[in-house]
């Protein structure tokens, strides 16, 4: 059994509230859920302390049981000081599409055969 760390939403339309909860990874999102060790509130400022709470006891017993935190949780974790999220780094995420390289050569080609008309 797959165990995951995840978040789990609550809370009214265009009012969420998550719990942090331990979970089978086969379960749906906001169905059947092992334990709570935490909750979420996006609601509140970046800098309230009740935005994110933590059972931290809860959640190393868990870790060390094999339970993987999703990415969303592994920040807040890695907030907490309790795991370490490694950075992430995509150069190619800026580079244009193919398309988009062709169509910015021949306009740079059709920019300096004008130039080259006008001098």
Not at 28 to 52: H, L, N, Q, S, W
């Amino acid at each position: 059994m797959s165990l995951k760390i995840r978040l789990t939403r609550g809370g009214a339309k265009k009012r969420p509230y998550y719990r942090i909860v331990v979970a089978d990874s086969r379960s749906p999102r906001d169905g059947r859920f092992i334990e709570k060790v935490g909750t979420y509130d996006p609601m509140k400022p970046k800098d309230d302390a009740g935005r994110v709470t933590l059972e931290v006891e809860k959640i190393q017993a868990w870790l060390a049981k094999g339970a993987q935190p999703t990415d969303r949780v592994l920040r807040f974790l890695d907030a907490a000081g309790l795991l370490k999220r490694p950075a992430r780094n995509n150069p190619q995420k800026a580079v244009p599409g193919k398309k988009a390289q062709e169509r910015a050569e021949a306009k740079a080609a059709a920019a300096a055969a004008g130039e080259g008309e006008a001098a």
